[in-house]
């Protein structure tokens, strides 16, 4: 009789279970649209952008294998029942972040300069926003960064062997790679919450409340989003030749009316009819209607 033997490697145990890693990836991947409408809405920077590659399961040895020795390493916790997760963040991208959280545009000419301490408080801070955006499961209250550590040799140390789940993730500006970032969750620190580690959940409470909480922040991002408006008095047509004989005290007239209403424009769409008028000493328009799609 055959038998379909698969080939057991001690080295790296195999202790989640795929619906595990499926967890893992639908969180990483909110995680990354997050990080996105902060980057698109909050800072203005739409070119730098972030996507999930893949999940794996491997063993912690491997995880410290792959990254680099200056990478910035963020512990945190799912209080209160999950302590010491590992995110991790290739020393380019937290130079990047640095950069545009100080209102710069985030494209850097030295990537080979120190952190600071000083840097190391923006980092905790930005990450720890970033973090408190994530999904939490049931029994489970936040998510919060403990400590940064600006060389990975600083963090804290698993066995070799410790089976862990790791989500590879890179930031791009435009198709270029800035770098990559990664969660790392060890078997050990994750053990407390497995059987919620489940998509079905995810996605029953998704429904419930999850989809909510990720409207609630899209909305909130783009209320702080600055719009410019312009309101058009009116329009005429005149020939080259009358362009080129106007001066001072000539008289255009326009295809409104005196006492009809103008268009206001919203980011270069129109949007409402109003009238225009004085505020104390300013000119103000009054809004009289708006201007449906497609009129």
Same mark, same amino acid.
């Given at each position: 009789?055959?038998?379909?033997?698969?080939?057991?490697?001690?080295?790296? /145990?195999?202790?989640y =279970?795929?619906?595990?890693?499926?967890?893992?990836?639908?969180?990483?991947?909110?995680f990354c649209?997050?990080?996105n409408?902060f980057?698109?809405? @909050?800072?203005?920077?739409?070119?730098?952008?972030c996507?999930?590659?893949?999940?794996? $399961?491997?063993?912690y040895?491997?995880?410290?294998?792959i990254?680099d020795?200056? =990478?910035v390493?963020?512990?945190h916790?799912i209080? /209160?029942?999950?302590?010491?997760?590992?995110? $991790?963040i290739?020393?380019n991208?937290?130079?990047?972040?640095i950069d545009?959280?100080?209102?710069?545009?985030?494209?850097l000419?030295?990537y080979n300069?120190?952190l600071?301490?000083?840097?190391k $408080?923006?980092?905790f $801070?930005?990450?720890?926003?970033?973090?408190k955006r994530?999904?939490?499961?049931?029994?489970?209250?936040?998510?919060?960064?403990?400590?940064?550590?600006?060389?990975a040799?600083?963090s804290?140390?698993?066995?070799?062997s410790?089976?862990?789940?790791?989500?590879?993730m890179?930031v791009?500006?435009?198709?270029?790679?800035?770098?990559?970032?990664?969660f790392? @969750? /060890?078997y050990?620190c994750?053990?407390?919450?497995l059987?919620?580690?489940?998509?079905?959940?995810l996605?029953?409470?998704?429904?419930q409340?999850?989809?909510?909480?990720?409207?609630?922040?899209?909305?909130?991002?783009?209320?702080?989003?600055k719009?410019?408006?312009?309101?058009?008095?009116?329009?005429s047509?005149?020939?080259?030749?009358?362009?080129?004989d106007?001066?001072?005290g000539?008289?255009i007239?326009?295809?409104?009316?005196a006492?009809?209403d103008?268009?206001?424009?919203?980011s270069?769409?129109?949007?409402f009819k109003?009238r /225009?008028?004085l505020?104390?000493?300013?000119?103000?328009?009054l809004?009289?209607?708006?201007i449906?799609?497609?009129?």
């Amino acid at each position: 009789m055959d038998q379909n033997i698969k080939v057991y490697d001690f080295k790296k /145990p195999q202790r989640y =279970s795929s619906d595990n890693m499926r967890f893992l990836s639908v969180v990483s991947e909110e995680f990354c649209k997050n990080i996105n409408l902060f980057l698109a809405y @909050e800072l203005k920077k739409q070119k730098i952008h972030c996507k999930i590659e893949k999940v794996e $399961q491997t063993n912690y040895d491997e995880f410290i294998s792959i990254i680099d020795k200056d =990478s910035v390493i963020a512990e945190h916790a799912i209080q /209160p029942l999950v302590q010491d997760l590992i995110y $991790q963040i290739d020393k380019n991208i937290a130079l990047t972040l640095i950069d545009l959280v100080l209102g710069g545009d985030g494209l850097l000419e030295n990537y080979n300069r120190n952190l600071t301490e000083i840097d190391k $408080q923006l980092l905790f $801070q930005t990450i720890n926003d970033f973090l408190k955006r994530m999904y939490v499961v049931e029994s489970c209250t936040h998510r919060e960064v403990l400590r940064v550590h600006i060389n990975a040799g600083a963090s804290k140390k698993y066995p070799i062997s410790e089976s862990v789940l790791i989500a590879h993730m890179k930031v791009m500006y435009e198709d270029e790679e800035i770098g990559k970032m990664r969660f790392c @969750e /060890p078997y050990s620190c994750m053990e407390p919450i497995l059987d919620f580690l489940e998509t079905k959940i995810l996605f029953r409470n998704k429904n419930q409340e999850y989809d909510f909480e990720f409207t609630n922040a899209i909305y909130n991002n783009v209320c702080g989003a600055k719009v410019d408006l312009i309101a058009r008095l009116g329009k005429s047509t005149i020939k080259v030749n009358e362009l080129l004989d106007l001066k001072v005290g000539d008289v255009i007239a326009l295809d409104t009316k005196a006492n009809g209403d103008i268009e206001l424009d919203v980011s270069e769409a129109k949007a409402f009819k109003c009238r /225009p008028g004085l505020i104390k000493n300013k000119n103000g328009v009054l809004i009289t209607d708006s201007i449906k799609k497609g009129v």
